[in-house]
């Protein structure tokens, strides 16, 4: 049974930092790895960067530049490290373990969200 656990939201001034983390239990990582998504009020779950099995990282042109994922293997733990950030960061964040699904890589299994609330 997969389990994700996510950490270290909280409420920030703008251009504070916050650094999630995300405890994976259950789960092996595909060559699809990890990833973050979060979703604001009245808005769509977008995806935020995503880390594959070999390190290669992605980033949604919003937040690059202002966050590194990272993960460490012996923990099995999941990061967002979240630098600069603005109010429009604001939404919940999840961590996600990711499979090949019909012909791509996506999101399979879900934490239970943290919440980051950055003000002005």
């Known amino acids: 049974q997969v389990q994700l656990v996510e950490s270290g939201g909280g409420s920030v001034q703008a251009g504070g930092s916050l650094k999630l983390s995300c405890a994976a239990s259950?789960?092996?990582?595909?060559?699809?790895?990890m990833g973050w998504y979060r979703q604001a009020p009245g808005k769509e779950r977008e995806l935020v960067s995503t880390?594959?099995?070999?390190?290669?990282?992605n980033y949604a042109d919003s937040v690059k530049g202002r966050f590194t994922i990272s993960r460490d293997n012996v923990k099995n733990t999941l990061y967002l490290q979240m630098n600069s950030l603005k109010t429009e960061d604001t939404a919940v964040y999840y961590c996600a373990a990711r499979l090949y699904l019909v012909g791509d890589c996506r999101p399979r299994y879900w934490g239970q969200g943290t919440q980051v609330t950055v003000s002005s």
């Open positions: 259950g789960y092996i990582f595909s060559r699809c790895g």
């Open positions: 880390i594959s099995s070999d390190g290669t990282t």
